[in-house]
């Protein structure tokens, strides 16, 4: 779900952010393949009717400033204070990602897009992407003309979220960026778990919170099923952390099994179903499950910012 826009200018869009609140993302990802609206409708002139009020022109993208840090590119119209540790926690983050998982690092660029209010943002996004649905931030690898390496691609704008936002999405494109496709729910489950800074060991207290208030039946399969963005809501969100902080911090085969199932989709967008190799590593994933968010401690959060 989008948020208000913060009642501070863009110019301080980086200040602070060490002090707000971290929240779940209401963010998601386009698989790469996807079509932009423009490729899939054609553009019609339309005369707006005598006495009405022309629609505001479409908005485009950031670009008047271009901030080149680590694998990103950040494309920004306002100006940003580049000493900000916020960089310099993004730069970490592709090494905190791969280090964990046991990939090879990335070697592409990825762009950033940061738009200075959320008006803008969505419109842009409704104008160019009109068949996703209304979300705070997406990843979206996107093919180029002629072939070749898709453009890895992050919007979003300045809101309390950026933070969280940004460490999510970019996890989705340094993943894309080294992997021949992710399944929709282990790609989110990821992005859920490295949106967190690493002192709060991958634990969304939020989520862990919802988990063990109940009712909740965990169902891999299920989830395993599901290949269309609009399929993921707050429930699959939070079952997605959950195995994912399962595999990672629960029992060393959990994450065996996970790293080798991201090792096979280095060479393949098709590597099969996770589930039964979980269930041969772990006998019954369910009940480690259930055991594992039982046994979680729930982190310390930051205090929000005052206004």
Known sequence: MPCSPVPRTAATL??????VALAAGGCETLAPGVPSAETTEAKADVVPARGADPSPPPATPPGKHATRRGHYVFYHDFEV???????????????????????????????????????????YMKGRYRHLPTRRAYFIAEPRVGGGAEDLKVFTWTGDHLRTDLRHELTHALLHGVLKDVPLWLDEGLAGYFELPPEQAGVNAQHLEMLRRGPFQPDMARLERLDQVRQM??????????????MLRGPTAGKVALT??????????????LHPRLT????????????????LATPRTRAAAPR
């Not at 980086?14 to 002090?19: H, N, V």
């Not at 990602?97 to 990939?103: K, M, R």
């Not at 429930?235 to 902080?245: L, N």
């Not at 041969?280 to 046994?295: E, K, N």
């Open 280 to 295: 041969a590593a772990l006998g019954d994933p369910d009940a480690a499950l259930a055991d594992h968010l039982a046994r």
């Open 14 to 19: 980086l200040l602070g952010w060490g002090a």
């Open 81 to 123: 204070d580049k000493g900000d540790p916020l960089f310099a926690e993004l730069e970490a983050l592709p090494d905190h990602v791969f280090g964990e998982l046991g990939l090879p690092p990335s070697t592409g660029v990825i762009q950033v897009f940061l738009f200075d209010a959320q008006d803008r943002y969505e419109r």
């Open 233 to 246: 809501e707050k429930p699959e969100y939070r079952e997605a952390w959950a195995w994912v902080h399962l």
């Open 260 to 273: 080798e199932y991201l090792q096979q989709l280095r060479t393949t967008d098709r590597p099969g179903p």
